[in-house]
């Protein structure tokens, strides 16, 4: 063992490097300021639709530019740029992203708009990558990662409520973007309190190591997962109108289930070392697939609340295992820095893919297609763990 391995062995928590809390806590800030939008966008953009800045296909389509956009800042910023420079780098990020607010509450047109939202997507998945590159080189990424969700839900939650009651009221949805450029803004004191530069990892060459049926299974395991949540909740209004749930009590659901999504993330931070990742992967997919199932079927009052309360919850518990998950599948840990992007990739493509199976006003399919994409990612988890016994037994005789 050289010099620098047993330092890094006495790192305790840290496979590379040795950040103070402040630096962990910092850019997990970052990351979370990237995630911000994901429980904003029933707000801001449900204001520019009232306001007619947008149409209803428009609107789809900016909130799936964005998403998309959200996935491929993350994954080319975490796979393709070097750990260095982090301070620079979140602060370019977060002035770039301030400035893309700036411009959507400002543009003229839904071009302008999509335009817009996708340069804001690029500028949030490089501030996600400043969290997950920092979360890859922990030993206890699971948790590390359920400390993620849990401060991003929280921050949602707050600047939800903020915009909901004061902003946009008062200067509609172009004083909720400004706001939210504010708090980007305000950002910048935080982006100099990160770790300047993170030791590189342990690995030979990036894209080999995610190219493996192990790494691959995964990570669609995870984008199906993410499918099936991005369809259900993108035609929650619509679904509900459907079975007679007016537009108003399906925005209180969609608020509850951010709390619900608050307490899913605090609680598989507290047990996520007592379950073993493929018993919460199979049993979240489950009960995935039941609950939208139960939305297919006509449902009561009492149960459609009770779904959307479970799939709020289930949203952010699975994350721990799904960090664990990419880890057994990748020893290097590169393919956990591609997981922010497998799940912005299925809550982008999710709606679009139901989309295609709606029949005038029956919007049946939709939940339909969301249990097929739970049970997808169930599957996909089977051919993972098949697949690594085969390497393991392989090894073994070795």
Same mark, same amino acid.
């Given at each position: 063992m050289t010099a620098s391995q047993a330092a890094q062995a006495e790192n305790g928590d840290w496979l590379v490097g040795n950040p103070t809390g402040l630096q962990l806590?910092?850019?997990?800030? &970052?990351?979370? =300021? +990237?995630? !911000? &939008?994901?429980? !904003? #966008?029933? =707000?801001?953009?449900g204001a520019l639709y009232s306001e007619g800045h947008v149409t209803g296909d428009e609107l789809a389509l900016v909130a799936t530019a964005e998403m998309i956009a959200i996935a491929i800042g993350s994954g080319v910023v975490a796979m393709l740029l070097p750990a260095r420079n982090m301070r620079w780098k979140s602060t370019v990020l977060l002035v770039l992203l301030a400035l893309a607010n700036v411009w959507t509450a400002y543009a003229g047109s839904p071009n302008a708009l999509i335009g817009a939202r996708t340069l804001a997507g690029l500028a949030e998945g490089g501030l996600v990558a400043v969290a997950t590159e920092l979360i890859a080189r922990s *030993? *206890?990424?699971?948790? &590390? +990662? +359920?400390? %993620? =969700?849990t401060l991003q839900t929280l921050a949602q939650c707050a600047l939800a409520l903020i915009l909901a009651l004061y902003a946009v009221p008062r200067a509609g949805s172009a004083g909720g973007f400004i706001a939210l450029g504010i708090v980007c803004l305000l950002s910048l004191v935080v982006a100099w309190t990160v770790p300047d530069d993170y030791a590189d990892l342990p690995k030979e060459e990036q894209f080999a190591n995610v190219a493996t049926v192990p790494a691959i299974a995964a990570l669609l395991s995870i984008f199906c997962y993410f499918m099936f949540f991005g369809a259900v909740w993108a035609f929650l209004e619509p679904i509900g109108a459907q079975f007679g749930i007016d537009?108003?009590?399906?925005? !209180?659901? /969609?608020?509850?289930?951010?709390?619900? #999504? /608050? !307490?899913?993330?605090?609680?598989?931070?507290? %047990?996520?070392a007592r379950i073993d990742y493929r018993f919460a992967i199979t049993a979240i997919g489950i009960v995935a697939a039941i609950s939208s199932l139960l939305l297919a079927s006509g449902p009561a009052l009492s149960v459609f609340w009770a779904v959307a309360l479970v799939m709020g919850f289930i949203l952010l518990f699975i994350v721990p295992y799904q960090i664990r998950l990419a880890i057994t599948a990748d020893e290097t840990r590169t393919a956990v820095l591609l997981v922010p992007a497998a799940q912005l990739f299925g809550l982008a493509i999710g709606p679009v893919a139901a989309s295609l199976l709606i029949d005038g006003a029956d919007f049946r399919p939709v939940p339909e297609f969301a249990a097929a994409a739970a049970l997808a990612s169930v599957l996909l988890l089977g051919i993972f763990v098949l697949v690594a016994r085969g390497r393991g037994r392989v090894r073994a005789k070795g």
């Open positions: 806590a910092s850019a997990l800030w &970052i990351g979370s =300021v +990237g995630l !911000l &939008i994901l429980g !904003l #966008q029933p =707000v801001l953009l *030993r *206890r990424a699971e948790r &590390i +990662g +359920g400390y %993620f =969700v537009g108003r009590t399906v925005g !209180l659901m /969609v608020s509850a289930s951010l709390a619900a #999504q /608050v !307490l899913g993330a605090m609680t598989a931070t507290s %047990f996520e």
